[in-house]
């Protein structure tokens, strides 16, 4: 396996060898491409991108000497900023 930037790089054998640990890298993060003849036929990646907890947000915050008010209404803030891009569009309407 050829391993860099977060991408992995497979030869079809190599992942009918093993395709558990192949499954361990994509949950790692890694991106999987499968080659035949030196040429990528399969990327195998994870579907849902990696995020952080707003609890893990706010540590690091804390750790980095944010002058922020972290308290929860701070958190509540955040939650509903993200459930407001979270709607569907609904543009007005031209008519």
């Known amino acids: 396996m050829i391993e860099a930037m977060g991408t992995?790089?497979?030869t079809e054998a190599e992942l009918a060898r093993d395709i558990h640990a192949v499954l361990a890298k994509v949950q790692d993060g890694a991106e999987v491409v499968v080659e035949q003849d030196h040429r990528p036929v399969a990327v195998i990646r994870s579907p849902l991108p990696k995020g952080r907890l707003l609890?893990?947000?706010i540590a690091m915050a804390e750790a980095r000497g944010s002058a922020v008010t972290l308290d929860e209404g701070f958190m509540k803030d955040v939650e509903e900023g993200v459930a407001g891009r979270s709607q569907p569009w609904n543009p007005p309407s031209w008519e």
């Open 8 to 10: 992995v790089r497979i």
């Open 55 to 57: 609890s893990e947000c």
